[in-house]
């Protein structure tokens, strides 16, 4: 059973870092490409940034992008994103999900119960 | 604002048959497939229908999904209480290479 568990939220302030994790079980990790897609409170979905099998390609919404990095460590079964210069708008629920393949294409076949980041003073 | 647009809200009676719908453009529908995914209060998102019109094991076949040009469809057809949801439609978005969403519809069963 694919299980994917997002950790790593919480209360930050506006200017400062979080780092998100993702860990991923029940399938072979380094085949599938990964993505984090949020959900600002009673909002809708958004795509976030998404990352291939291999790392070598990467995407980013034009909303994070230069503020956010993401990354994965196919050793350790893992999902990162390393987020930088939060603001209020951040604030959202991340949820880590699986594509269904290897490329980056958007095709979320299996979701992490999220993990939520409120960015306030 | 939503590249993909979905009304906000529908709903039917148990029994009924409804239809979502999920427009685009040439750059997202027309030129990829289409994903459905349904989202209960408080829990995440789960995939309903990929590639247009295949539903993943597990998923009733009272759920259907269509594509016609820039537009999407999903019928759920003889309406069930527990069917109240949100739903999402997505799609690859070729200019601005990456995936995008509708703004979901909130399904209500009267």
């Known amino acids: 059973e694919v299980q994917l568990v997002e950790s790593g939220g919480g209360l930050v302030q506006p200017g400062r870092s979080l780092r998100l994790s993702c860990a991923a079980s029940?399938?072979?990790?380094?085949?599938?490409?990964m993505h984090w897609v949020r959900q600002a409170p009673g909002k809708g979905l958004e795509w976030v940034s998404g990352i291939s099998w291999n790392s070598r390609s990467t995407g980013y919404a034009d909303s994070v992008k230069g503020r956010f990095t993401i990354s994965r460590d196919n050793a350790k079964n893992s999902l990162y994103v390393q987020m930088n210069s939060l603001r209020p708008e951040d604030t959202a629920f991340y949820y880590c999900?699986?594509?269904?393949?290897?490329?980056?294409?958007?095709?979320?076949?299996?979701w992490g119960q999220g993990t939520l980041v409120t960015v306030s003073s | 604002q939503s590249v993909l647009t979905q009304p906000p809200s529908a709903s039917g009676t148990p029994g009924q048959r409804v239809t979502l719908s999920c427009s685009g453009s040439s750059s997202n529908i027309r030129s990829n497939t289409v994903n459905w995914y349904q989202q209960f209060p408080g829990t995440a998102p789960k995939l309903l229908i990929y590639s247009n019109d295949q539903r993943p094991s597990g998923v009733p076949d009272r759920f259907s999904g269509s594509k016609s040009g820039t537009s999407a469809s999903l019928a759920i057809s003889g309406l069930q209480s527990e069917d109240e949801a949100d739903y999402y439609c997505?799609?690859?978005?070729?200019?601005?290479?990456?995936?995008?969403f509708g703004g979901g519809t909130k399904l209500t069963v009267l």
């Open positions: 997505a799609a690859w978005d070729d200019s601005l290479n990456g995936p995008v």
């Open positions: 029940g399938f072979t990790f380094d085949d599938y490409a």
């Open positions: 999900a699986k594509d269904a393949k290897g490329t980056i294409f958007g095709d979320y076949r299996n």
